[in-house]
């Protein structure tokens, strides 16, 4: 089976790369990055800290985590 380039998303993730969420920072994770929970999976968000709350994009998924960045309003 080729690779078709398409993002990877398992079914049981709730984010989806490229889509727009509000989220709350609730901890900061070892690299430095807010850390911050959508539907209990956890997404690292660069540039924040504990108790922002933020409009963010999601760049990545992965089976366990995420990474977004941060939207300026």
Known sequence: ???SG???RPSNVPVEEGKVYEAKIEDIG???DGLARIQNFVVF???TKVGDEVKIRITKVHRRM????VLKE
């Open 66 to 69: 995420a990474f977004g960045e």
């Open 6 to 8: 398409a993002a990877f």
């Open 1 to 3: 089976m080729a690779y």
């Open 45 to 47: 968000v660069p540039g």
């Open 30 to 32: 070892r690299e430095g």
